[in-house]
């Protein structure tokens, strides 16, 4: 009886997409007694190229919008041999550069397809992904071209998070609209045209892949730097010679590296040193944590550099509430100095949530000692290094 209300399952590989273009995806089917013989993707029929009674190779069709698909499976005979899923694939909306400083090239990623653009266009509906800067150490900085996803912050109910299927990465909660203007909200005030930009128990993130270092053929202390910034609506955005200078930027890098806030240093850093670091094919990612709940004045942040998967550094400013009410929050990333190139990564999930520290160990007892020597303690080491402004 247990066999039979068992219901099969679905897993595909990758769990997710752009949905500007076709792609090919593995589909792995568990509880069906025939190969599979048809895949449909949102209700659409998917190309099935190779195929056996656990898995199928198969192209994609392009859906032309964002969220999450029902995924169904048939083998022959499909009306006694089928399975479905809800949300079992993700439709990402791809995401390019914008703004970018006067020395910095942006084309298409050569893994999407597209071709290079000098001018700052790219190949088709490809958005840029690439940004290169062309001389020079400086006005390399480049920002994302909207703003960025809201996912659930690692460690926040990730286990009851639809978003976030135990075998699958996780997804996005949605990708918030531009900050609207007073005037398109009929009159009112900027903060009654927005949703809070971002609740507590969610957070930004994105990432980087560096693909090319420049030479060093100076003693340049010149290096990458990475983090937010806050845009106002309908504004033209002019990028400055060094991203750290922006009034309404939160980021993180230089050598030695710093912490700054709208154009201010907060503090040196340690943990992450972008210029000893990075090298051809490091990921850097940034993530942004609202930690306290409070709508009126400054509001306590915390902005953590990820590095191949590991948390290096963190950082907590406030942010000011006219950023959070007036403007849309996007990712900046300075391709300054020893960093000649970098390439942002489509649909990056933030990193999992750290292990929770060691439970502290007892002493022994004052007879377990006189009756001879107990086990020995575990050395407990630091939890590694992090930085925090307050």
Known sequence: ???????????????????????????????????????????????????????????????????????????????QRMASAESAFWYYRPMGWGPRGLKVELSSSARSGGGGSGDGGSSGSTPPSVARRTSGLLDGGVLTAEP???????????????????????????????????????????????????????????????????????????????????????????????????????????????????????RKITGWRPMLDTEVGSVVGVMLERLEAKEDGPCLHRLTVVQNGARRCSVEAEIPQAWREACSVHGVVDVCGTVQCVELRQAAPPPAAPPPPPAPVEPPSAGAALGGPGPALPLLSARGPREEVR
Do not use: K, N
Request: glycine share 10%; proline share 10%.
């Open 148 to 266: 960025l996803d809201l996912w659930p912050c690692p460690g926040h109910g990730d286990g009851a998070c639809p978003f976030a299927p135990s075998r699958e990465p996780r997804r996005p909660v949605s990708r918030p609209p531009p900050a609207l203007p007073a005037a398109a909200a009929g009159g009112v005030g900027a903060a009654a045209a927005l949703e809070e930009v971002l609740p507590v128990g969610q957070c930004h993130y994105f990432e980087v892949e560096v693909l090319e270092l420049a030479r060093r053929t100076t003693g340049t202390t010149r290096t990458l730097s990475i983090g937010f910034a806050w845009l106002p609506p309908a504004q033209r955005t002019s990028v400055p010679e060094m991203v750290s200078q922006m009034s309404r930027a939160f980021v993180v890098g230089g050598d030695l590296p710093r912490a700054h806030l709208g154009g201010r240093e907060l």
């Open 1 to 79: 009886q247990q066999q039979q209300q068992q219901q099969p399952e679905i897993w595909m590989t990758p769990a997710c997409g752009s949905c500007d273009s076709s792609l090919e995806a593995e589909v792995r089917c568990s509880g069906l007694d025939g190969p599979i013989s048809d895949v449909f993707i949102g209700g659409r029929p998917a190309e099935v190229l190779t195929t056996t009674s656990r898995s199928a190779r198969v192209r994609l069709p392009a859906r032309g919008l964002e969220g999450l698909v029902h995924v169904e499976v048939r083998a022959l005979g499909w009306r």
